[in-house]
C-alpha cells in the first residue's frame, strides 16, 4: 500500500509561481514512477507531467518550457515547480505513483491562479 501526501497549493497571480510537492510513503523497495494530474471543473482529469523511475519526463503540451517535475533527496518526493502561471492552470492538482501494478492517488490540492 502506497500513501501519497501532497502540499503546496494555493492563489498566485497570472505570472506567478508555485511549486506542489508529494511524498509516497508505505512498503516501498523502489524508486516509483511518479507524477501529476490535474482536473479543472468540468473537465477530465489529464496528465500534467510524470517522471519514471529513472528519470525520464513527460509534460502535457500545454505546460512544457512552464512546468518541472523532479526529484527531492529522498527519490519517492517529486517536485512540480509551476511558473508563469495562466488562468487555465486552475484546477484540482493529484499526485500519482505506480507500484506493484497498483496506481495511487493523493487527495488532491487546490491551485488557483487569479488576479
Known amino acids: 500500500q502506497v500513501q501519497l501526501v501532497e502540499s503546496g497549493g494555493g492563489l498566485v497571480q497570472p505570472g506567478g509561481s508555485l511549486t506542489l510537492s508529494c511524498t509516497a510513503s508505505?512498503?516501498?523497495?523502489?524508486?516509483?514512477?511518479m507524477g501529476w494530474y490535474r482536473q479543472a471543473p468540468g473537465k477530465e482529469r489529464q496528465l500534467v507531467a510524470r517522471?519514471?523511475?529513472?528519470?525520464?519526463?513527460k509534460y502535457a503540451d500545454s505546460v512544457k518550457g512552464r512546468f518541472t517535475i523532479s526529484r527531492g533527496n529522498a527519490k519517492n518526493t517529486v517536485y512540480l515547480h509551476m511558473s508563469n502561471l495562466k488562468p487555465e492552470d486552475t484546477a484540482v492538482y493529484y499526485c500519482?505513483?505506480?507500484?506493484?501494478?497498483?496506481?495511487?492517488w493523493g487527495q488532491g490540492t487546490q491551485v488557483t491562479v487569479s488576479s
Open positions: 508505505g512498503t516501498i523497495f523502489s524508486i516509483i514512477p
Open positions: 517522471i519514471s523511475s529513472v528519470g525520464t519526463t
Open positions: 500519482y505513483a505506480q507500484y506493484n501494478s497498483g496506481d495511487y
